[in-house]
């Protein structure tokens, strides 16, 4: 009875007797030979067993089918939103139905781009937004992904750096986008400069800043190039995480860090050591470098752990 609805199908089989049974299906397991999207089925003294083809003593029975795992499509999940990677709207629906936390399913219709890092999106199904809550080890932070930047990706880095962070340094974080960096630094700083040249993040930035009550957070609208003319007070720490562009900021940045403070620069490359050359330029310190995730065949974020030591340089 070939596509019975109540899923069950004809199909070649091996009767053995239910002692047996057992090691009789871990010999065809072991010879490739069982068909495991079946059910045995027991009946009297003995048990058929579905094998994928009509070896010496099969025989003809109807089994029931395993009901088929339903995966969802594949995604990254911000929040209460699902971003995929397939213009897939039935797929769509689907994983919106499959998860309670989700709001909305978005397509990204273009790369990240521009000065902002932003990506445009198209709704595929769910609420039409692309504003949503993340919570990120404890943390609140409101973001909309077509405003600006934001990735969960790095939460665990922005932890690493938590742990290595002595309580009350002075930080700036000068791509800080909606402000995770920032606000989750602001927990053990004693204050926090965070800049960005997006209005947009820094006005996400500030709304986050109060939402997890933070009030050690200097937001600035302002380009990271022009830091060293504001006049601020040397730092202790200086994040730096716009990893296409970054480096070109390593000798602001080393400005405005004091002698034996760190740097942690993130940069996309190809190569081990890419950056050195630029660090070397701007510091005699120790450096680290450790890949923090693939991002493209051949190319991976790198962090730059970089102590400034002025003298030498
Ligand atoms: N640190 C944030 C995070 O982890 O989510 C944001 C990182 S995002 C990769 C880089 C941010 O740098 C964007 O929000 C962008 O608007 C900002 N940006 C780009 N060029 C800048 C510049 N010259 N000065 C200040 N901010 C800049």
């Known amino acids: 009875m070939a596509g019975d609805p109540r899923g069950s199908e004809e199909q070649w089989c091996l009767a053995v007797p239910r002692r047996e049974a057992e090691a009789a299906r871990r010999r065809l397991i072991e010879e490739g030979i069982l068909d495991r999207r079946r059910k045995p089925r027991p009946e009297g003294d003995v048990v058929f067993l579905p094998v994928t083809e009509g070896i010496a003593g099969a025989v003809r029975c109807e089994l029931e089918t395993f009901p088929e795992r339903i995966r969802p499509p594949r995604h990254e999940l911000v929040g209460g939103i699902a971003i995929m990677q397939d213009d897939d709207p039935k797929g769509a629906e689907m994983l919106l139905a499959s998860r309670p936390s989700l709001h909305t399913v978005l397509l990204p ?33 409101d973001v909309d992904l077509a405003l600006a930047y934001f990735s969960a990706r790095l939460a665990t880095e922005r932890q690493r750096i938590l742990d290595v962070m002595e309580e009350g340094e002075r930080v700036l974080d000068m791509f800080a986008g909606v402000g995770p960096f920032a606000i989750t630094l602001a927990g053990k700083a004693g204050v926090v400069f965070a800049a960005d040249l997006n209005p947009a993040a820094v006005h996400l930035l500030v709304h986050n800043g109060a939402l997890n009550r933070r009030e050690n957070i200097i937001p600035m609208l302002a380009d ?70 693939t991002y493209s065949p051949g190319k991976w974020h790198a962090v730059y752990d970089i102590v400034v030591e002025r003298d030498g340089t």
Not at 228 to 257: K, S, Y
Not at 280 to 292: F, I, K
């Open 109 to 141: 219709e273009s790369s990240v781009e521009g000065e902002y890092r932003t990506r445009r999106f198209r709704v595929l199904a769910g609420t039409p937004t692309t504003r949503t809550r993340v919570i990120e080890y404890g943390l609140r932070f």
């Open 224 to 293: 990271a190039g022009a830091l060293a003319r504001i006049g601020l007070a040397p730092f202790d720490r200086v994040i730096m995480n716009l990893p296409l562009a970054a480096p070109q900021f390593l000798e602001t940045a080393a400005g405005l860090c004091r002698d034996g403070g760190t740097i942690h620069l993130y940069a996309l490359q190809e190569e081990e050591g890419e950056c050195l050359p630029r660090i070397r330029a701007v510091t005699a310190g120790s450096v680290t470098e450790r890949m923090v995730r």
